[in-house]
């Protein structure tokens, strides 16, 4: 359990961070392919309204995401700490030495 429990950690971060990079760093799309840059939104060129509404609106909306999801992720762990039996005094003074 515990083992899994730090893979859906790592999973997690790796993927959110990913998420987060790709909604901040919006504009480069333009610059990689510059063919997407002709068009407007709401009387906008694409190329600046499309990089600022990500770069609000996407990363709140990931940032909402992330935290259920890592909401959800400390409860999971919560119980399995909760699961597991209590620490004697014993137990700790085989530890320290």
Known sequence: MKEKLYKKEI???????????????????FVLFPSLQQGTLWGFPIQYILPILLGWFGIAAVCLVMTIMCNKFDDEMEEYVNSLPPVTQTDTDNIME
Do not use: E, K, P, W
């Open 11 to 29: 999973r997690l971060t790796i993927v959110f961070s990913v998420l987060l990079l790709l909604m901040g760093h919006s504009a480069s799309i």
